[in-house]
């Protein structure tokens, strides 16, 4: 940006989870004799897999500590295969079938995320997306959450799956105590589903806004002699670079160095190094690439969901498609009136934009999303 920046639903759950003695001694509605209850449930698919936000009674610990969308109890770590409706064992469990987890494959949907792994923890950053279960491929047992709305509230993490106190839409996660370059990231297949733009009597319209675009600057992009300091907030230097890696930093904010740390601007002339892959907005919220924008706040809030139309559709870098969906997360020294400053990520890419129609200084209309709480 320009010399600037300082950086469920619960669905009640009838209470069939019956155990299979009170099953076997139920009488029928009709008066007849009891039934047999049959020793295995045959309703199979619909045990887990139905409703992936809620938890379930763990059949070992006879806790409530088991989340739908995976059969590990986080209260005594035991692998479960029992029906969530009447609490018998799964029918393809008792005939060999796959397990629950296999079984259950096409039940998630992969996350394309970009992986880093800096010192003793591992950042994952991706595109928004509204869930309330995440499943990875390690074994992590801390995890710190952030998304469009700010810091996100982790319920549990267990067996790689990290439940979420509520659902938000999250954007990066923080593997504590795990370095890998390689980490899949999963979700509940319907938490995908095709981009869906606010609806109409959602919107405010604000007015017509200029915009312009700022990124995270790559030390490894400039050659040249590091004899130019990059000065501490804690008074210690960060280190010596390019004089003009220095002095393009400055403008946009955010850097990222050859080994991997990421700092910030931070007050009147000195930085930061920042636990954030894609470095800080204002008020502490980590910038989101294609969807972070720096405003004057005296003409929008930090922290206003807007609505952009030229960019339902747009294709992303990752694959993915966008929604037309904005937060307003940070501020700009040379962001003032109606303008807009767009986080492009690492690295320029305002390509992205260009080809949505949406141009440097071309002034596009912006709506403010005024949906319910929760949506």
């Not at 850097?255 to 009147?268: F, S, T």
Request: aromatic share 6%; hydrophobic share 40%; glycine share 10%.
């Amino acid at each position: 940006m320009v010399l600037h920046r300082r950086g469920g639903v619960a669905l009640t759950i009838a209470l069939a989870i019956a155990l299979p003695g009170m099953l076997a001694g139920a009488v029928r509605a009709d008066g007849d004799e009891p039934s047999t209850a049959p020793e295995v449930c045959e309703s199979s698919s619909r045990c887990h897999d139905d409703h992936p936000d809620e938890t379930i009674p763990c059949p070992s610990c006879e806790r409530r500590k088991i989340a739908a969308s995976d059969a590990t109890c986080t209260a005594c770590a035991s692998r479960t295969q029992s029906c969530r409706h009447c609490g018998l064992p799964r029918a393809n469990a008792r005939a060999g079938k796959p397990s629950d987890r296999s079984a259950r494959s096409d039940r998630w949907a992969r996350i394309p995320a970009r992986v880093e792994a800096i010192e003793s923890s591992t950042y994952l950053s991706f595109q928004p997306v509204r869930t309330a279960v995440l499943r990875v491929d390690r074994d992590v047992r801390t995890v710190t959450a952030y998304g469009a709305e700010g810091k996100i509230a982790v319920a549990s993490v267990a067996g790689g799956v990290i439940t979420l106190a509520a659902p938000a839409r999250v954007a990066e996660l923080t593997l504590h105590d795990v370095a890998a370059d390689e980490v899949e990231l999963t979700v509940p297949r319907d938490a995908v589903a095709e981009p869906t733009p606010p609806a109409k009597d959602h919107l405010e319209a604000l007015g017509e806004f200029k915009p312009t675009f700022y990124w995270v600057l790559l030390e490894d992009r400039f050659d040249g002699e590091p004899d130019t300091e990059l000065p501490g907030h804690d008074g210690e230097p960060i280190g010596r670079f390019p004089a003009e890696f220095v002095r393009k930093a400055k403008i946009e904010g955010t850097a990222k160095l050859r080994d991997g740390r990421v700092v910030n601007v931070w007050g009147k002339g000195t930085w930061k190094v920042v636990p954030a892959p894609n470095g800080l907005g204002t008020k502490g919220y980590h910038l989101i690439p294609f969807r972070s924008i720096a405003v004057d706040r005296t003409v929008v809030p930090i922290g206003t969901p807007l609505f952009i139309p030229e960019a339902v559709g747009m294709r992303l870098p990752d694959g993915t498609v966008h929604d037309g969906r904005f937060w307003t997360h940070d501020v700009g020294g040379g962001i003032k009136g109606k303008r807009i400053d767009i986080f492009t990520g690492l690295g320029r890419r305002q390509d992205v934009f260009s080809a949505a129609g949406i141009q440097n200084m071309r002034a596009l209309t912006i709506y403010r999303v005024n949906e319910p709480a929760g949506r």
